[in-house]
């Protein structure tokens, strides 16, 4: 029997969701659920309904585990707990600091309702604060190091399109080679913000716009460019369409150690990403804690977890015994 998976919001996370689906053979899509007119939404699949949100409240017992597909600063934190109350659900909550409040919310709901939540699913948080644990278990006696890029940030991306003249824009976050290197060499830096990534803006200003005063603005913004070295370019329309349409990212995770009596060898650890699609990569990791969701949830589990909660082997399609004739 297939698990059936609803997908709740209908974006490029749920779009990658829906193609990761048509992956995974023990599991199929039944429906999906979106905030817009449903009439006006097409999706891939053939003979999949699309309902309004609304409509969520009323499926319970015709989907397995539902696919949160919603925004982390006002979708998600609404949204998982009321639908954990009916589903087992998975999040791509990525909002790090509030991840223990989140967390509680959502644990209250889902063990009440007797479901299971599995919240900031992807890579970052997810993959990454998986081997952040890994390499800390492992070489205690260490450094973890985080590096992203170079890939698009879309929440760095909206804060240009913000800004009073800006018609359109992309932004690149871009390790500082030298500074990869030398954790890499195992020299233990200490980095400040500006010395481990910069950041790199493509701006389409709008006609006779103030390019000096964007570009400052830009450069100056709080939170987001401050306190990186920031290149601003202003290219054309189409020149943004023809070379920035994608949305790549990827990163690396680095544990730099040692070990021995008096601490003699030094080791590296280092897992990295190079994606040509952030939101299908995430969707395709989502798509397999929901597997681990609806496994807990038949073994008599409930309540909220996270990725570092969830043995490995409940993310596969294959059974104990294959996994451990093929992969140990």
């Not at 998600?76 to 589903?87: D, M, R």
């Not at 030094?266 to 990569?281: G, T």
Request: charged share 25%; glycine share 8%; hydrophobic share 35%.
């Amino acid at each position: 029997m297939s698990i059936r998976v609803g997908i709740f919001g209908y974006g490029n996370l749920g779009r990658g969701v829906e193609c990761a689906l048509r992956q995974n053979g023990d599991m199929e899509l039944v429906a999906v659920f979106t905030r817009r007119d449903p009439s006006t939404v097409r999706i891939l699949t053939e003979n999949v309904p699309v309902y309004h949100a609304d409509d969520a409240m009323k499926m319970a017992d015709k989907i397995d585990v539902m696919i949160l597909c919603g925004g982390s600063a006002t979708d998600l934190p609404v949204q998982t707990p009321a639908l954990a109350k009916l589903y087992n659900v998975i999040d791509s909550f990525d909002t790090h600091a509030k991840i223990p409040e989140h967390f509680a919310n959502v644990d209250k709901a889902a063990s009440e309702a007797g479901n299971v939540a599995i919240i900031s699913v992807g890579w970052d948080p997810g993959l990454f604060s998986l081997n952040r644990l890994y390499g800390g278990a492992i070489l205690p006696d260490g450094k973890d190091y985080t590096f992203w890029g170079k890939g698009v940030s879309q929440g760095h991306s909206d804060a240009i399109r913000r800004v009073e003249g800006v018609k359109n824009g992309k932004q690149y976050t871009i390790p500082v080679e030298s500074a990869l290197e030398a954790v890499r060499s195992g020299e233990n830096p200490e980095l400040t913000t500006r010395e481990k990534h910069t950041r790199e803006c493509f701006v389409v200003a709008e006609e006779g716009a103030d390019k000096a005063r964007i570009e400052a603005e830009i450069k100056n913004m709080p939170n987001y460019f401050a306190d990186y070295d920031t290149t601003v370019h202003f290219i054309s329309e189409e020149e943004l369409k023809a070379n920035h349409s994608g949305i790549p990212h990827g990163g690396f995770v680095i544990r730099s150690g040692k070990t021995g009596w008096n601490l003699e060898h030094q080791h590296i650890i280092e897992y990295s990403l190079k994606l040509d699609s952030n939101p299908e990569f995430t969707s395709s990791v989502l798509v397999a804690y929901a597997r681990a969701a609806y496994r807990l949830k038949k073994e008599g589990t409930c309540g909220c977890k996270t990725v570092l909660d969830i043995a490995p082997a409940y993310l596969s399609p294959k059974s104990a015994e294959e996994l451990r004739a093929s992969l140990l």
